[in-house]
């Protein structure tokens, strides 16, 4: 089996980081933040013109047709570039969780149009995030009732702001009131969506993360040949060299781990949810580390604002409480591995010639 991208894919990758690059610069993010509702029209539509949004939506529906193994890529690019939007929560979660719906469902093709030309604000409620990113912005909401999936219009619902430690997350503690009208998914279709919506929402997060972690390290090595001590850049110190190394190692590590996670959801493997959540906490666990290892080396100052890594830093701790925490996934992958009845001894893994 061919585990390496396509061609489209990477060129895809490689357009949106070298946008990213251009239009999304830190100082650019501060400004953005301190605007009342802390996002850039501008910014989603010229992401939009890029295809972004489009990236998964079927190509019936205008779009590019792209799965998760594309996004595994994207969610990347838009963690290393600290995207302060729920861009991918509209264009890749939101987009699979309209896809999954029955044809039958009124205005299911004109939803996925508009999230295809970037004009659609969504906002997505999941039991394992009770706060609603972007609900104070969203036209309608995608939000769980039990086994139902009910697509609700923003007037329908009264909203609580609840600030968070990242100034680029806006969330809310949503009200609202499930109605026969609004419900568009029950029974045993709407749990298996719901089910395929949090795995999204998690590998999402776990793309993000590990875009994250690249990022603060690649300040974190800029900072440790520009500080100097004793006479000397602080990254020739040997201690210095090990944590940046130690950092480098966890990423390298979850990167495997993310794509094969994002492969078994596009083909719908068996183990997916396992798959997703150790995806989920090795991305976790990068970026933990880059955190940390990044304070450490810039000192106290790393926690300021005027300093970079603290943009960083705070939406990876953020973001580390979206769409199950680490006790949900690691509860996941040990039953799994304790309450099965698959054995994962030596002596399975290979077959005997």
């Known amino acids: 089996m061919d585990f390496t991208f396509t061609e489209d ?15 999304a610069a830190p100082e650019t993010l501060r400004e953005i933040w301190e605007t009342a509702d802390g996002r850039c029209p501008e910014l989603r539509s010229q992401m939009a013109t890029q295809g972004l949004t489009a990236l998964s939506v079927p190509e019936d529906n205008g779009g590019l047709g792209m799965g998760d193994i594309a996004w595994s890529l994207m969610t990347q690019e838009l963690g290393y570039y600290g995207i302060p939007d729920s861009l991918a ?10 896809s999954a719906l029955n044809d039958s469902v009124v205005g299911k093709g004109d939803y996925l149009t ?20 972007d609900a104070h912005l969203a036209e309608v909401l995608l939000l769980q009732h039990g086994d139902e999936v009910h697509l609700v219009p923003s007037e329908q619902i009264s909203d609580v702001v609840n600030p ?10 949503v009200n609202w009131q499930a109605t026969p009208e609004t419900c568009i998914a029950s029974g045993e279709a709407g749990e298996k969506i719901w089910n395929e919506t949090l795995n999204r929402g998690a590998l999402s997060v776990a793309g993000q993360l590990l875009g994250l ?14 500080r100097k001590q004793f006479g000397k850049e602080i990254g020739s110190f040997q201690a210095v060299k090990h944590h940046l190394a130690d950092v480098a190692g966890k990423i390298e590590i979850a990167k495997p781990v993310l794509y094969r996670a994002a492969c078994s959801l596009e083909n719908n493997h068996p183990l997916s949810d396992i798959h997703v ?36 830093m ?11 925490d680490n006790i949900f996934h690691k509860a996941r992958v040990q039953d799994y591995v304790l309450n099965s009845d698959v054995d994962l001894a030596p002596s399975k893994t290979f077959e005997e010639a």
């Open 277 to 312: 959540s150790q995806a989920r906490n090795f991305c976790s666990e990068a970026a933990a580390l880059a955190a940390r290892h990044g304070i450490q080396i810039h000192g106290a100052m790393g926690y300021t604002w005027e300093v970079d890594l603290q943009m960083f």
């Open 164 to 173: 968070s430690i990242d100034s680029s997350r806006r969330l809310s503690q």
């Open 9 to 23: 894919q990477l060129m895809f990758r490689e357009a949106i980081s070298r946008f990213l690059m251009t239009e």
């Open 89 to 98: 929560d509209t264009a890749y979660v939101g987009a699979g969780l309209f």
């Open 114 to 133: 508009k999230i295809c030309d970037g004009e659609l604000r969504l906002a997505i409620g999941h039991e394992s995030s009770p706060l609603v990113a």
């Open 314 to 324: 705070k939406r990876s701790w953020a973001l580390n409480n979206t769409w199950g």
């Open 213 to 226: 972690a690249q990022r603060m390290l690649d300040l974190t090595v800029d900072y440790s040949v520009q």
